[in-house]
């Protein structure tokens, strides 16, 4: 099943509907490029792009709880048809049950994090590195606002040729679990950007988070990459300014892979040597994923709600799985 303005259209109405995953990253499911599955036994979609003789599930079946395990089963036998198979990734701790009746195995694979708007501030010594940081990109006569994507998308296309350029030869633009721009849904998103000389700095987009902890997802991110230091912070710290305002309950950073590892896995029947080898990558796997740089940027904001997340492989915990994850994110 491809994706077309009907499923597309479905599956957000399934993020918005069924929260009980409470899954941060949910709005990335209608990126274009998904395609979607559906079933007569079940309402809700799963999101998933095939990728070899892989089907890589994005999060868990956005359904209603009771019915989950029905709709994972469907898709299970729509996989074997075509004589492919299932990895999950970004899957919840409060979809594990579903996977676990139909035989994968679950591994942790690195957390999301979010801040408490209601009681976030930037004061004290602890973020005097942060607000000083801020302060000299906004010294150097950077502006930040909220914009409209009609009037910036030209210049951020071309920001972002710019910043691609800078991270290797043949290195191509992440997609699938990593937000985009334009499009059906762009009005459902926030921009904001940072002006130096009437021209682009950077930007950062924002996306609807729906279920228990409901707010904004820090998405998309791009800056000049001659720059000064603290744009991206500025506009961030912009951006939290008017969500507070606006009595928005939560700001979410995103998924970052290997990061967070709980020390003893809790979900049974996961692999020990796959959950040390997300460890390795964490230490040593910057040409995979740069998670560490990634995780600093977050930590900056000492977020206060760390969620782990989870990869799940229909037959056992393997490195092809894994490799078809970021197949299917263009990134190998």
Known sequence: MHENPEESDRALESIQKFTVADNPSAFLAVNSGNSYFSSPNSPGVIVYRPTGRYLVQFGGPFAPAE?????????????????????????????????????????????????????????GTAFMQLRNKIARSLRSGLQVREVSLDDWESQMRELDTRWLGTKGEGVKQLEFLIGQY????????????????????????YSPVYGAQPGWLHDLTRRLPDGPPGVME?????????????????????????????VRPQLPGHSKAFHWFM??????????YPAQTQLAYKQKWAPGVVLPEYIAFQHGASIPSLVHIFRACNAV
């Open 67 to 123: 019915t989950r395990g029905a709709l994972l089963k469907d898709f299970v036998s729509f996989a074997a048809e075509q004589g492919r198979t299932i990895v999950s990734v970004q899957v919840q701790a409060a979809d594990a049950e579903p996977y676990l009746e139909q035989g994968f195995t679950i591994n942790q694979m690195g957390a999301s994090y979010a801040i408490d708007l209601s009681t976030f501030s930037l004061r």
């Open 234 to 262: 500025a506009i961030n710290k912009a951006a939290i300014d008017i969500f507070t305002a606006e009595g928005v309950e939560y700001l979410h950073f995103g998924f970052t892979p290997f990061t967070s590892l709980d």
């Open 182 to 205: 334009g499009g059906r849904y762009q009005s459902m998103r926030r921009l904001f950007v940072g002006v130096l000389d009437g021209k682009l700095a950077g930007y950062i987009t």
């Open 279 to 288: 460890g390795h990558l964490w230490e040593h796997g910057a040409g995979v």
